[in-house]
């Protein structure tokens, strides 16, 4: 089966690291990735900044460069970085920014209609958000209003799970990423979002797992098999993450 790796993290001991409440992730370069994924069929993905890499660039252009085509960054910039900046980093491959509600490290989510209006203006960003879907109807007016929207990780939690449902409704897309660091059951959450919006859902593999309960394991593609089989989740697995980032 064909997998678009919609999250991943790239950690390479060339580039700066931030403690992020006390945590230093271990190293894990591209040659770590395709290693790890090399039983899968990975035809392109996206490296995502993490809260332990800060407003760092570096890092970021250097890995699309090593794993080339299909593959697109996922940053976090601070909302008075220059258009020149951005357009650059548009440039380089990358094709959305994020805001880490979750472990922080990025902009202030009190900036995330200023920042995500701004780049999809610009360089027709999305915006993407590592936020426990607890928290969202905080902020739901300002996300209905967005251009273009991802959540990660299923939003993590049982409790919200129906505002994310309503977010879906409205466009908002979702990952089906970090099985190990949600609790909720992952095929039950994959099926009524698939219901709601086929196109919605992007599975990744969260690799290296930083801080999760457990890793990613090979098994976490078939939950997506399994639950719609093997024609529906085709849109899940690689489809509809490489129309979102090809944009």
Not at 86 to 98: P, S, Y
């Amino acid at each position: 089966m064909t997998v678009f790796d919609a999250h991943l993290h790239i950690i390479d001991q060339r580039f700066p690291l931030i403690p992020n409440e006390g945590y230093v992730p271990d190293y894990f370069a591209c040659d770590d990735y395709l290693q790890k994924t090399g039983p899968l069929n990975v035809m392109g993905g996206a490296v995502v900044s993490g809260s332990f890499q800060g407003f760092d660039q570096s890092y970021l252009i250097n890995a699309l460069k090593t794993l080339g085509e299909n593959f697109f960054g996922v940053t976090q910039l601070p909302s008075g970085t220059p258009d020149e900046e951005i357009m650059r980093l548009n440039d380089a491959g990358i094709r959305a920014v994020r805001f880490n509600v979750n472990r922080g490290g990025s902009e202030d989510i009190s900036r995330l209609d200023y920042v995500a209006k701004r780049v999809y203006d610009l360089c027709n960003w999305h915006t993407e958000l590592y936020i426990n879907s607890i928290h969202l109807p905080e902020i739901r007016p300002v996300i209905e209003n967005l251009p273009a929207v991802s959540i990660d990780h299923l939003g993590l939690s049982k409790e919200g799970f129906d505002t994310l449902l309503s977010l879906v409704d409205k466009g908002v897309k979702v990952k089906a990423t970090g099985f190990g660091r949600i609790d909720i059951d992952p095929g039950r959450a994959i099926k009524r979002i698939y219901s709601v919006n086929p196109d919605a859902l992007m599975f990744g593999t969260d690799l290296p797992s930083t801080r999760a309960d457990r890793p990613f394991r090979l098994s976490d593609v078939e939950i997506v098999i399994e639950v719609l089989g093997e024609e529906e989740a085709e849109k899940v697995l690689y489809k509809n993450a490489l129309n979102w980032y090809r944009k």
